[in-house]
């Protein structure tokens, strides 16, 4: 089974300042996914990055990258200019790849507070 | 983009009462599509599988008679609580990858709280 680590439960930005949350996971695929997704206090899940990992170049949306380290199977999320709506849960997940359709893996999460 | 409608967001009942949580893929084929649960700070946790036409997966741990899944059609699948407790008190959520692309992102309802009393 893969497992995904969220090793900080809360982190805390000034707004305008990058911060990075980290995750490891584990597998022995080949074939994966992984993500970053947000979940502010309406619970909703919203996709923030997403990486293959077949795919040497770290993923990059706007003000949101990663760092993705296949062999030290690390997928760190770097937040820049952080905005006061950037405050909310962030989960880190794994998705197998191939044909059928896999559920994702979550980690237990990160609570980003956000200060003026 | 694609659209996952949950209903309802948000349910009380009491305890024994069954409760029924619909999931329905509104411009794309679902058949799949995968349950989850979340309580109070903290992460997803997987609890089923239900595929179109089939019996659905459960994850170990889950009682597949107290938590009833039915994926009757391509665009609908339902998630029934049976004589609920207050510890089934959780807050539920339904996702589904569009079946044309199932390497694509999943896209999820916007959650159900479940409040036993």
């Known amino acids: 089974a893969q497992t995904v680590t969220q090793s900080q439960p809360e982190m805390s930005v000034q707004e305008a300042e990058t911060v990075t949350l980290s995750c490891t996971y584990d597998?022995?695929?080949?074939?994966?996914?992984l993500f970053w997704y947000k979940q502010p206090p309406s619970r909703q899940m919203i996709l923030v990055i997403r990486?293959?990992?077949?795919?040497?170049q770290n993923a990059t949306e706007n003000r949101f990258s990663v760092n993705f380290q296949k062999a030290a199977k690390s997928f760190s999320l770097k937040i820049s200019d952080s905005q006061l709506g950037d405050a909310a849960m962030y989960f880190c997940a794994y998705r197998r790849g191939g044909d059928s359709g896999y559920a994702l893996n979550f980690g237990k999460g990160t609570s980003l507070l956000v200060t003026p | 983009g694609a659209v996952v409608s949950q209903h309802p967001s948000w349910v009380i009942c009491k305890s024994g009462t069954s409760v029924k949580i619909e999931c329905r893929s509104l411009d794309f084929q679902a058949t799949t599509m995968f349950w989850y649960r979340q309580f109070p700070k903290q992460s997803l946790m997987l609890m089923a599988t239900s595929n179109e036409g089939s019996k659905a997966t459960y994850e170990q741990g889950v009682e597949k008679d107290k938590f009833l899944i039915n994926h009757a059609s391509l665009t609908l699948s339902t998630l029934t609580v049976t004589s609920a407790h207050p510890e089934d008190s959780s807050f539920y959520i339904c996702s589904a990858p569009p079946s044309f692309s199932y390497n694509s992102p999943l896209h999820f309802g916007n959650g159900t709280r479940l409040t036993v009393t």
């Open positions: 597998t022995s695929e080949s074939d994966y996914y």
């Open positions: 990486q293959e990992a077949y795919k040497q």
